[in-house]
């Protein structure tokens, strides 16, 4: 297994947490100065390329030339396999590619594995032509640690099942910290709030990890079936009644309800209403959405999140997910310039 790769925040300690958020932070300001976004790993002729931030063209400094067959290659390749759906995930590794000059090869559902190969076949078959990272989202949980047992190049999650989203736990560390000023990443004396269906949530446990790595106190909140106290394992409290800790915490993160991941059980039972009968959404809605008026019970500063994709007028109010708190397209945003980190990190470059 390539160390070089990115599977998890679980059992990350500050230090490697921090180290990739400092980088993902140069690369934001590196990005803020450049008003064409020129790609970091582009050839500049002589001019600066990166050097404010320490950025270096991946493939042209840090990484040996590869002869392959009478031409050489200097140029890097990932490997994107995204087997389930995604935009911001997708996207953004492409982009933060793109702007490290490496080359992003996109592999999805339309493979091999739609005639029944399997997800270790299909990325050994990858690797063999000489890709140099493979970025995988799949659906059972664990699918990126199996695949990176089976492969000698570095493996990115980009989400696994329920397991974990370590990117995005990332972003939403790095947008927390600029949001509340934190610029040492220390988020000692914050509390923050997960609040859904975290029993779903890979983006919950990677939050989980990486605020806790920061120091931040973490409660995740939800009805008890979405919400069971077994979630304290991953070293946070459960709540669940939202109205008694809204008032008391810096950062609400808001999660979907992810009924695809229920087993087929479309149907929970929750107190006075189940999900998907009608006026299921309102018992959810009455319990645990974020609307307006519980936003208007924040504390001052205290800030919104969401990973998306959202369910408007579910999980969150449309005045809340765009109002003066929300920091989801902030998120978004920071989502590229992390993503450029942690590649940067598995081929070798800057913070390798
Ligand atoms: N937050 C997140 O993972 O979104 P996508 O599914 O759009 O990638």
Known sequence: MHDGGLLQLRGMDRGAVVELLARAREFARQVGRESGARPIGADSGGESNGSESGARPIGSESRSTQRIGSESRSTPMVATMFFEDSTRTRLSFEIAARRLGVEALDIGP???TSKGETLVDSAKTI????????????GPSGAAH????HVSVPVINAGDGKHEHPTQGLL????????LGRDDFDLSGVRVAIVGDVVSSRVARSAVAGFGALGAEVVCVGPVHLAPRSLEGLGCSVSHDLDGVIGDVDAVMMLRVQRERHGGTEVRRHEGGEWGA???????????????ERAGRMKAGAVVMHPGPM???VEIDSEVADGARSLVTRQVAAGVVVRMAVIERALGGASG
């Open 127 to 138: 690797e063999a032509m000489g890709v140099d990272a493979l970025i995988v989202r799949a």
């Open 172 to 179: 939403d560390c790095l947008t927390l910290c600029r949001a």
């Open 146 to 149: 199996l695949i990176a047992r």
């Open 110 to 112: 339309s493979s091999s």
């Open 278 to 292: 009608a006026g299921s959404v309102g018992a959810y809605r009455a319990g645990f959405a974020l609307t307006a």
């Open 311 to 313: 369910n408007r007028g």
